[in-house]
């Protein structure tokens, strides 16, 4: 399946944006769609003001891991930024986003002039100057050790290509990380094995990300080390932090080779990865091939009629779309599908995701999935159902497990849709179940089912004064979660007083909205709405948004809410006030500027918030009211100044593919 599509028309999908005063490219182009990915958009990131916080991650499509060069501290959630100096390795990571941070991370580095281990002693000053960063390949030129690293991936393997000068003092170092770790240097092989336990959220059972590392030369030397302890010649090590390093005495240009493959499931599977992903394969025969597997994913869509910016920036997003959830399943020697279960500990058979908020994606990841690459959300939705079956519920956020973080039951919309929208040949009447659990209970924690349940089912919202917070917020995502319930009810014949049920609660929306402001506002037990009221406060009743933002948050039945604002022309005038007020705020409820309030402030849009998600849609909305025009002028608008192929080239987090694929 193949979409040819003009760069304008396609804009509606995916933030290819930048001005058309240069060249365009011809349509005969014969570069190569990978090439125009720029997978540093987006790093030059901190955490008070967010450009993407991305990292250049080197994998391939949903792969099981991926690679990075780690600029950061070990552990820190912004592994790399646009603007650091020196490189302390090259990690392995998981990690959607630096605030869920990582987990089963171990990382690689070479190193010249002596065994230097610590993260900090071994770092090496670094140019973008000698950097090349592709999705399927990294290069860069490590200054203090003068050796060239280069990496190419597969799902869950990867080769690395280290060139070194001459030196009696070349080595290698593998770095487990902390939390208690296990290295073992097998030198008759060629071989380092080991397994790393690190993870940042969640309580897990029996985690382990094993590794094995493969070598095509013998080691000089072998040792390993503990924290800052070296134990020379010593071939195993278990501890905290565990690490090992093997030497070589190098030839000027020489080349070392090293084959790594991982697996939560065992170091056997680990060994079957690297064989089956790998095999005899050199490490130009890989970069080939996860080229080739790029530009199939890539052309899925064929863009014409732009600039080379927008060229770049258009394939750069949708690069970002095709990582998370990425993939925890295993294929077995036997061919079985196998995943250890972030819910029992155990291996089990069958798919298994992680590393998504469906607070974000819900909005346009999961609709563009559903569009383009239905065959992998299809593997997703089985993946939900072991969620499921495993954990008793299905995810609001997985890295790699429940994470209690935002809030809504959105999984809703990410199974109804899917199942709408045409999926077949998995386990829908299981996931309907799941939904039903989820819309009716509260979970074992307040990201998961419903938090404030029983209010939501008897008042038809949650309260502003019981002490749960954002509790508008959650209101206004149950409804639009009860009417994606409702829609699968039908579809799936369920009995009309059930669909009914859905029906009903899915017009609870309109519980919070306050004439007097023509505004969503937070709303008492006992009926009256919260006051004071500053419709500019962030957080309170509102999920990292204030009202202005989440007011439009009625994704099914915006003639409802163009009702309750008293018209087409009022709810134009209402569109036309989020661009026209001042980007004034009140950060009280955070107690200082998160870094979502900032990007709004100098964005210049006034209200308008494109960094984050509440208010995303909006745009669209003067569609249904007779003003089409202004959503072109205010997509072509957000798209020329949110959007650039460069590393400030977002204008907020860019969120698992979801800011992409808007």
């Not at 089963?104 to 190193?111: D, S």
């Not at 009417?483 to 009903?504: G, T, W």
């Not at 997509?635 to 800011?659: F, H, L």
Request: aromatic share 14%; with cysteine; glycine share 8%.
């Amino acid at each position: 399946m193949k979409y040819i599509l003009s760069l304008l028309s396609v804009a509606v999908l995916l933030g290819s944006c930048a001005k058309n005063e240069l060249q365009t490219v011809p349509s005969d182009s014969s570069i190569a769609l990978v090439d125009y990915v720029n997978p540093l958009m987006g790093t030059d990131s901190e955490i008070s003001l967010s450009n993407g916080n991305t990292y250049p991650a080197i994998g391939v499509p949903w792969g099981m891991n991926m690679w990075t060069p780690q600029t950061g501290v070990m552990g820190h959630g912004w592994a790399y930024t646009y603007d650091a100096t020196k490189i302390r390795g090259f990690k392995q990571t998981h990690q959607p986003s630096p605030w869920m941070n990582d987990y089963g991370q171990f990382a690689i580095m070479p190193v010249t002039g002596g065994m230097k281990f610590n993260q900090d002693d071994r770092a090496s000053w670094f140019s973008h100057k000698a950097e090349v960063s592709k999705p399927h390949y990294y290069s860069v030129y490590l200054a203090d050790h003068d050796v060239t690293t280069e990496i190419t991936p597969t799902e869950r393997a990867a080769q690395f290509r280290f060139t070194f000068p001459k030196s009696d003092s070349a080595f290698i170092v593998v770095d487990a990380f902390d939390r208690g770790t296990y290295v073992k240097i097998i030198p008759e092989e060629n071989k380092i094995i080991g397994y790393t336990v690190r993870y940042h959220r969640g309580e897990y059972k029996n985690f382990k990300n094993y590794f094995v590392i493969q070598f095509d030369q013998p080691f000089d030397n072998i040792n390993t080390w503990s924290g800052n302890d070296l134990a020379k010649g010593q071939a195993e090590m278990e501890a905290n932090h565990a690490g090992a390093i093997v030497g070589f005495k190098t030839t000027k240009g020489q080349v070392i080779n090293a084959k790594v493959a991982s697996s939560f499931i065992s170091f056997e599977q680990a060994e079957f990865n690297l064989s089956s992903e790998l095999g005899q394969d050199d490490f130009e025969t890989t970069k080939q091939k996860a080229a080739d597997l790029w530009n199939d994913k890539l052309g899925r869509i064929k863009v014409e009629g732009g600039s080379i910016d927008q060229m770049r920036t258009f394939y750069s997003c949708l690069y970002r779309t095709l990582f998370f959830p990425n993939k925890l399943y295993e294929v077995t020697k036997s061919g079985e599908i196998m995943h250890w279960s972030p819910y029992t500990g155990e291996i089990l058979p069958g798919y298994m995701f992680g590393g998504t908020g469906f607070w974000d994606t819900f909005r346009a990841l999961y609709p563009f999935l559903n569009l383009v690459y239905p065959s992998i959300n299809k593997e997703m939705q089985e993946g939900l159902i072991n969620d499921y079956k495993e954990g008793g519920w299905l995810p609001e956020w997985s890295s790699p497990g429940y994470a209690n973080i935002m809030v809504g039951n959105n999984s809703a919309s990410v199974v109804a849709e899917a199942y709408i929208k045409g999926l077949r040949g998995y386990d829908i009447e299981t996931l309907y179940e799941a939904l039903v659990h989820g819309a009716n209970n509260e979970g074992p924690m307040t990201a998961v089912g419903r938090a404030g349940v029983k209010y939501y089912n008897e008042l038809g919202y949650v309260p502003y004064d019981v002490e749960i917070n954002e509790n508008a917020a959650r209101t206004l995502e149950y409804a639009y979660d009860d009417f994606s319930i409702y829609q699968l009810a039908k579809a799936l014949n369920k009995p009309q007083e059930e669909i009914d049920l859905y029906a009903k609660r899915s017009q609870n929306y309109k519980n919070l909205f306050d004439p007097s402001s023509g505004l969503m506002r937070g709303k008492n037990k006992d009926g009256s709405f919260q006051s004071p009221f500053n419709p500019f406060k962030w957080g309170d009743a509102f999920t990292e948004g204030n009202s202005w933002h989440y007011s439009w948050s009625v994704f099914h039945d915006v003639q409802g809410l163009i009702d309750l604002m008293g018209g087409e022309d009022n709810f134009v005038a209402k569109l036309d006030s989020v661009f026209e007020l001042p980007p004034i705020f009140d950060d009280s409820y955070y107690g200082g500027v998160i870094h979502e309030i900032r990007e709004m402030q100098i964005a210049n849009m006034g209200q308008y918030a494109h960094g984050n998600q509440p208010i995303q849609h909006m745009i669209y909305l003067y569609n249904y009211a007779g003003a089409p025009w202004k959503t072109q002028y205010w997509a072509r608008e957000t798209m020329n100044r949110m959007y650039q192929p460069t590393p400030d080239g977002y204008c907020g987090d860019e969120d698992n593919g979801q800011t992409s694929a808007w």
